[in-house]
């Protein structure tokens, strides 16, 4: 099976006795889909490939599957999804949209 895990860091970090991270090699997933700080760390030092959402959304754009991201973005932002404003002004640059900024 190959395709996209979407994780909790949570149990991730928190189930020493669950290698979650090993689950993840064995179906040879493309990458783990995570935002929270403390289990992308660990799933690098795994050797497991991570994209958060705004890398995700990028893909998605890139492939045609979104218009825009300002709006997502600012919707996510609205919702009270904390994304680093560096992070958002790359992420909309990346995707040719940098003069939406605002």
Do not use: N
């Not at 799933?43 to 890398?55: D, S």
């Amino acid at each position: 099976m190959t395709g996209v895990v979407v994780a909790d860091a949570r149990p991730l970090i928190g189930l020493a006795r669950i290698d979650r991270l090993a689950v993840l090699k064995q179906t040879r997933c493309r990458f783990l889909l995570i935002d929270e700080r403390r289990g992308r760390e660990v799933a690098r030092r795994r050797g497991v490939p991570v994209v958060g959402l705004a890398g995700a959304l990028l893909a998605a754009k890139r492939s045609g599957l979104l218009e825009s991201l300002e709006p997502v973005l600012s919707d996510l932002s609205q919702q009270g999804y904390r994304l680093a404003d560096g992070l958002v002004a790359e992420v909309l640059r990346l995707a040719g949209e940098a003069a939406q900024q605002g």
